[in-house]
């Protein structure tokens, strides 16, 4: 990569984590659904969570002990991710285009919608983003160099990937059909670098192999029940919507793209192999979504780590005519968009205020006021345990002075960090309960309901019980 590309992508890095972690933080008075349920299950170190694999949580742990337990941290990682996308997709822009071309396909990949409007609800999806993007990286410098050491990173970078999320199973049948069909690229291929790779990958994500044998395989059980959900729909009318989702998040490289088609080619200057690699690669595995769409239903937001090198395969698609967006005009209209979408995420509750509701709950008020009356009965006893569903019980415990597990759903199977006996000796806060939590937990009292009124004046009833601590906790 030049220093110029160099330059360039880390001024974008540090806009991305500047604008797009104050953005969400002024637009939001509570934290987002996904983000707050990885806060929850970051409160305990595991190797796995009856969802996902756990990788996300780990970056929520690691990034509170720097910056405190807030919404600014759950912001700040969403920005971090992406930014780090951002230096793997300049690199491979770097290896597979001319300079100036790699810059403009830099600038159209972070207008993808995947890194400004939906970038601010942390969770699966973008963790992978990076690690996707990286796993590209390490498989050209594996077969570029015919390195072990790069075998070895690639390993343990994949290890990462499905760390993040299962769907990095679809970087395997691609590479493997790269490498079965083009000679081209296996030429500094052997047993040898196949074996570390391989052996690396065990040792990062073996772990999580065992944890899911210990655990009834939860996750599987989880996606299963995902696609039961889904089933019931119109298996054309879902990838149509699948296609049409994406082409939505990209829709600044598509207008891009067509206004591009007017210019007169230039000297085309990707040559054959790399060719073979951006479409096997960098469209391949959504491609094989589609695939699987024909049998499963598909989530449209499933795409997007996959596609790290679409605005580099517009730049081959479109034979040299990006490098006319290089150009001084052209980073203003960057500059102007991302201003005018900042804008528009700002004030997206005055423009669609349904779909804003949650960001303007009172979170931090009901929060404030669980916490007092929890102290108030039991001043000698920390707040621990808070249960409920993954949002209300999360921002409870986001925004508590105390360390307060999230008991989720008071449910120790997908909680096992959480027992009865430990509810029993240390009390907990019950969000919402059912009859059925109150009958299960005999000495948890209803308290008075809460009324608090939300940024947009409209007032919010929440119910919530107490069960009283009756021996000596032992969570720390």
């Not at 690639?154 to 679809?170: D, I, R």
């Not at 990062?204 to 959900?229: A, I, K, M």
Request: with cysteine; charged share 15%.
């Amino acid at each position: 990569m030049s220093k110029n590309l160099q330059r360039l992508t880390f001024a974008l890095i540090v806009f991305q984590l500047v604008f797009w972690t104050l953005i969400p933080l002024i637009a939001h008075h509570a934290p987002p659904l996904d983000a707050t349920e990885m806060y929850g299950w970051s409160l305990s170190f595991e190797w796995g969570f009856y969802k996902h694999p756990p990788m996300p949580t780990w970056l929520v742990a690691l990034v509170q002990m720097v910056v405190g337990k807030n919404m600014f941290s759950l912001f700040l990682c969403a920005s971090l991710v992406i930014s780090a996308t951002y230096y793997c997709v300049a690199w491979l822009a770097a290896r597979f285009l001319p300079e100036k071309e790699a810059f403009v396909a830099l600038f159209l990949y972070a207008l993808t919608i995947y890194c400004h409007l939906w970038s601010t609800d942390f969770n699966h999806n973008q963790m992978q983003m990076p690690f996707w993007a990286l796993s590209l990286v390490c498989i050209v410098k594996a077969l570029d160099t015919g390195s072990r050491k790069w075998a070895c990173i690639l390993g343990v970078v994949m290890g990462f990937n499905a760390l993040s999320k299962y769907t990095a199973a679809f970087i395997m049948p691609c590479a493997i059909f790269l490498l079965l069909a083009f000679p081209a690229w296996r030429k500094q291929l052997n047993w040898q670098m196949i074996a570390l790779a391989s052996l690396s990958f065990l040792i990062v994500f073996g772990p999580h192999l065992y944890w899911l044998t210990q655990h009834n395989f939860l996750p599987f059980h989880y996606v299963s029940e995902r696609f039961d959900e889904l089933r019931d729909t119109n298996r054309l009318l879902d990838l149509l919507d699948y296609l049409g989702n994406i082409a939505l998040a990209h829709l600044c490289l598509i207008f891009a793209a067509i206004y591009l088609l007017r210019k007169k080619m230039t000297l085309h200057l990707i040559s054959k192999e790399s060719q073979v690699f951006i479409w096997v690669m960098g469209i391949g595995p959504v491609l094989l979504t589609l695939l699987v769409g024909l049998f499963e239903p598909l989530y449209y937001r499933w795409a997007i780590p996959m596609l790290p090198m679409i605005s580099i395969f517009a730049a081959m698609m479109l034979k040299g005519r990006m490098e006319d967006l290089y150009s001084k005009k052209a980073l203003l209209i960057f500059i102007i968009l991302e201003l005018l979408f900042g804008l528009a995420y700002l004030f997206k509750d005055q423009m669609n205020p349904r779909q804003s509701a949650r960001g303007n709950y009172p979170a931090p008020e009901i929060a404030n006021a669980v916490y007092q009356n929890w102290h108030h009965l039991y001043p000698a006893h920390a707040l621990k345990i808070v249960s409920g569903g993954e949002w209300d019980a999360g921002f409870v415990s986001l925004f508590s002075p105390d360390k307060t597990y999230v008991y989720t759903h008071a449910d120790s199977v997908i909680t096992p960090w959480i027992k009865e006996s430990d509810v029993h000796d240390c009390g907990m806060v019950m969000m919402s309960p059912s009859a059925e939590d109150l009958h299960r937990f005999e000495q948890a009292k209803l308290q008075q309901p809460l009324r608090i009124s939300s940024k947009n004046s409209e007032e919010v009833v929440v119910n919530y019980a107490i069960s009283p601590p009756q021996g000596n906790c032992q969570l720390k």
